[in-house]
C-alpha cells in the first residue's frame, strides 16, 4: 500500500542572528546567512528587505529547489559608527504555511573605535577660570592614523593638536570666556584611510552655574491634643436675707 506524501517547502537557517566583529579602518560589516531547501518543492523568494539604507543585501538565487543550498549576505556600511549597531533583514517567500512566509534576519556588528577618545565631552561652569583642559587621542593598531586637523565651530574656543608618541596625541581645549554659556563641536579630521578619510567628533562646553538649594521654611508644629478649656467655676449660691 503506497501513502501519498505532501509536497511541501521548507526553508532551514543555519542561523538567523549572526554577529561580525569588522576590524578598525574597514569599511564593512558582513554577515552571511546560510540556508536550505528541506522540503519537496521549490521555493521562491518574494522579497528581501535591510531595515535601512545603511545596509545593502545580496541574494545568489531568487528560486530555491529541493535540497539547494545558498546564502543571504548583509552588508552594514560603517561609517563613523562605533560600538554595537544591529540591523535586521525581513525575508519574505511564497512558502505556503503562513507562518513560515516571514522570517527576520539580524546582523549585529561590534565596531571597535578607530580612534579612543578619552574623555569626549570636557566642560567648564560659568564664572569658572577658563583653563585648559585635555583629552587623550590614541589610535587602534589598525587604524595607522599619521596626522590629526582639528576644526571648531565657535572661535571662542582655542584647540590644538599636542603630538606625542607613535599613534597618540593630546588634545587641548580652553574656552576664552566663560561669563556665559556657550558650546562647540570639534571635528576631528585623520588622515586615514587615504581614499576616505576618517572623522570624530568631541564636544565642549560652558555650562550654567547651578541653582542655590531652595530654603525650606521650618514648620510649624501642631499639637494634636486638643486644648483643654478652662473650667468654669460653679456657682456660689447667695446668703438668705436677714429678718429685721
Not at 543550498?69 to 549597531?85: F, H, M, P, V, W
Not at 589598525?142 to 599636542?162: C, G, L, W, Y
Not at 570639534?186 to 570624530?200: G, M, V
Request: aromatic share 6%; with cysteine.
Amino acid at each position: 500500500m503506497l501513502l501519498a506524501v505532501a509536497a511541501r517547502a521548507e526553508l532551514k537557517w543555519e542561523q538567523s542572528t549572526v554577529d561580525v566583529n569588522p576590524a578598525p579602518g574597514e569599511k564593512q560589516a558582513v554577515a552571511h546567512f546560510k540556508y536550505q531547501n528541506t522540503g519537496t518543492t521549490q521555493i521562491r523568494f518574494k522579497s528581501v528587505k535591510a531595515s535601512c539604507g545603511c545596509t545593502t543585501t545580496q541574494t545568489q538565487k531568487e528560486v530555491v529547489n529541493p535540497g539547494e543550498k545558498g546564502e543571504i549576505i548583509a552588508s552594514l556600511n560603517i561609517g563613523d559608527r562605533t560600538g554595537q549597531q544591529v540591523k535586521t533583514v525581513t525575508v519574505q517567500t511564497d512558502d505556503p504555511d503562513p507562518t513560515k512566509t516571514t522570517t527576520i534576519l539580524t546582523l549585529r556588528a561590534n565596531i571597535a573605535s578607530s580612534l579612543e577618545i578619552k574623555p569626549t565631552f570636557v566642560y567648564w561652569t560659568s564664572g569658572e577660570a577658563p583653563k585648559t583642559k585635555k583629552i587623550s587621542l590614541k589610535a587602534a593598531k589598525e587604524f595607522p592614523v599619521k596626522d590629526i586637523a582639528i576644526k571648531s565651530n565657535n572661535p571662542n574656543f582655542e584647540s590644538k593638536i599636542v603630538p606625542g608618541k607613535a599613534g597618540e596625541w593630546t588634545l587641548e581645549v580652553t574656552p576664552k570666556d566663560t561669563s556665559h554659556a556657550m558650546g562647540t563641536s570639534l571635528l576631528l579630521q585623520t588622515d586615514y584611510p587615504k581614499d576616505a578619510p576618517k572623522s570624530f567628533y568631541v564636544n565642549a562646553q560652558v555650562t550654567n552655574p547651578a541653582p542655590p538649594p531652595m530654603l525650606k521654611a521650618p514648620m510649624r508644629q501642631i499639637n494634636s491634643t486638643p486644648e483643654a478649656k478652662a473650667s468654669t467655676p460653679p456657682a456660689v449660691p447667695s446668703a438668705p436675707p436677714t429678718a429685721h
